[in-house]
């Protein structure tokens, strides 16, 4: 239960007005059956005794909770569908606003295959085991206790009789579907881990066939997907197991009973109409112990499921809405790191204790060796961490993205126009559009090509040049005050590098721009380079100072890293 009321907190459901009306609507159709069975037997007897007129008041009477049957079972339907489809919409919807706010860090602990089984098999299970599985259970028992007050009614002693063996059933059935929980958490692990495999061939065609990995994916993807079947196969053997001990149980109190009945009508107790009635309602009380083995697998998978969906979904979200929280002040300095410190996790801090201003209007370039915290300082300005210690401020606010502009070395363009990936959310300009395009380099290739022309998935159909080149055009048409390069320029040629930059940085008179880069030709137009090492700040000036230094910024231009 704990697991129901999270799920049905954490996603606003109105779920007790509408329990409350599919049990009103249970108990009318479990009464209307009830009655059917009655009057079917009172049929039955009056026609054996060519009782005409009895017979047609019964037919009127049978007509008539029918009718109420009918009624209160469309609309069960009807309004069950509906709360199932928007349960089902409300969770999706969540989801994905979970997955779209969490801390960018939280995304380092997700494995995609697992995320995508999440998604497509435990949600909408966890969604029908809220919305369908356990009111259809709910409304099972009120037909077994319309039933059994129907019953007791009749003839309480045989009723007692067929009651007296339930406790013992619903145990038995009760401690077989005890493992069914424990199987489906492993059942959906293992998914989760082939899912992966599949993923990662079809996000990596090229580097899978260039490597000549397809018989190790496929390794991979069996011994997963053996051991996901090993469990399926358990899982499936519990629930036989169910299935035939639920048949059985729901069987032999019938049977036994019916012998009482069949004996109460020979010795005169019980005529045959009550018989009939009898017998048709304690087989309908029966056949619940047969949906009760059935309904206990698909509440232990539900509710396996819904845990699992929890499980994953416990990361606080952000509480940044990435607008500002005070007005900007375009005298403070563009960027300012303050006695910044971070590190990933508990592992070794990545910088330490950094200070640095980037006054406005001006092109600061960050230069290092691999891992000295270059890349990581675009992720705090981007607020994808949060540091340790220590301020980051934008014109002396919180880093807001309304403000900054990024380009990073791998591009995620989408599976759209390239008019729409460099426009994304605002208004199409044409002549903006064209000259960013060629402020970018771009332009040629658009025009050449359309700007109407779909990407294909990951981009795929142009080169990682024209990628990066769509990206810094993405970045100037959004005009922000800062743009962020991170090897923005690694697929391009020095010579096209340099075209495109020397364009690129013209088209940014007044704006202030961040370059990271280990390629030092995509620096030398900058204002000022910091050289980084160890994550604290060794060495800072122009291009020409540093030179003059012949210490790390000269090792890095002459080694050409």
């Not at 007790?16 to 009655?35: D, E, G, K, Q």
């Not at 319309?146 to 009651?163: D, H, Q």
């Not at 940014?508 to 030092?520: D, Q």
């Not at 230094?549 to 000269?554: E, G, I, K, R, T």
Request: with cysteine.
């Amino acid at each position: 239960m704990k697991t129901i009321w999270k799920v049905i907190r954490k996603n606003e459901l109105k779920y007790i007005r509408f329990t409350l009306f599919y049990l009103c609507a249970a108990a009318a159709i479990a009464v209307s059956n009830v009655y059917i069975a009655s009057t079917e037997g009172l049929i039955g007897q009056s026609a054996s005794e060519f009782d005409r007129q009895n017979v047609i008041r019964l037919l009127l009477v049978l007509a008539a909770y029918t009718s109420v049957k009918v009624v209160f079972s469309a609309l069960s339907a009807l309004f069950s569908k509906r709360f199932a489809g928007k349960t089902e919409y409300k969770m999706r919807v969540n989801f994905a606003k979970h997955f779209t706010y969490i801390p960018f860090g939280a995304f380092g602990k997700k494995n995609s295959g697992e995320m995508l089984s999440l998604y497509s098999n435990d949600l909408p299970s966890a969604s029908k085991f809220i919305s369908t599985d356990i009111l259809k259970q709910l409304g099972e028992i009120i037909a077994l206790i319309v039933s059994a007050v129907f019953l007791a009614l009749m003839n309480p002693l045989l009723t007692l009789i067929y009651f007296a063996m339930y406790p013992l059933l619903i145990f038995l059935q009760t401690k077989i579907s005890a493992p069914m929980g424990e199987h489906m958490q492993k059942v959906s692990v293992h998914r989760a881990d082939f899912n992966a495999v599949v993923n990662d061939c079809l996000q990596n065609p090229s580097t899978v066939i260039a490597y000549s990995l397809e018989d190790a994916m496929e390794k991979r993807y069996l011994e997963s997907y053996d051991k996901y079947f090993k469990v399926f196969m358990k899982y499936i053997e519990t629930f036989s197991k169910l299935a035939i001990s639920g048949v059985l149980a729901s069987v032999l109190p019938t049977i036994i009973v019916t012998l009482f009945a069949a004996f109460y009508v020979v010795n005169g107790k019980m005529n045959i109409a009550e018989f009939i009635a009898y017998y048709t309602v304690a087989d309908v009380a029966g056949s619940w112990l047969t949906m009760l083995a059935q309904n206990l697998g698909q509440l232990q998978n539900g509710n396996a499921n819904a845990k699992r969906l929890l499980d994953n979904t416990e990361e606080s979200c952000e509480t940044s809405s990435g607008r500002l929280e005070t007005a900007p002040d375009y005298n403070a300095p563009a960027i300012l790191f303050d006695n910044v410190t971070f590190a990933y996790s508990d592992e070794k801090e990545v910088i330490s204790n950094l200070s640095f201003s980037v006054p406005k209007g001006t092109k600061t370039a960050i230069v290092g060796t691999s891992g000295c915290g270059k890349s990581t300082i675009i992720k705090l300005l981007l607020s994808l961490y949060e540091p340790q210690s220590g301020d980051i401020k934008v014109f002396g606010t919180n880093c807001s993205n309304d403000m900054l502009a990024y380009v990073p070395q791998d591009c995620f363009l989408l599976p759209v126009s390239i008019a729409e990936n460099i426009t994304g959310d605002m208004p199409f300009e044409r002549e903006k559009f064209d000259k960013v395009c060629r402020d970018a380099g771009i332009f040629d290739f658009v025009e050449a090509n359309g700007y109407d022309m779909v990407l294909s998935e990951s981009a795929e159909n142009i080169s990682g040049g024209q990628r990066q080149r769509i990206s810094l055009a993405r970045a100037l048409y959004r005009e922000t005050p800062i743009v962020l390069l991170d090897e923005s320029t690694s697929a391009l040629d020095p010579i096209t590098e340099k075209a495109v930059l020397d364009s690129f940085y013209a088209s940014m008179e007044g704006k202030t721009a961040l370059v990271v880069a280990h390629r030092i030709a995509a620096i030398t137009a900058c204002d000022r380079v910091i050289v980084l090492d160890g994550g604290k700040i060794v060495e800072t000036g122009t291009h020409s100072e540093l030179m003059k230094n012949n210490s790390l910024y000269a090792a890095l231009y002459e080694g050409g890293e």
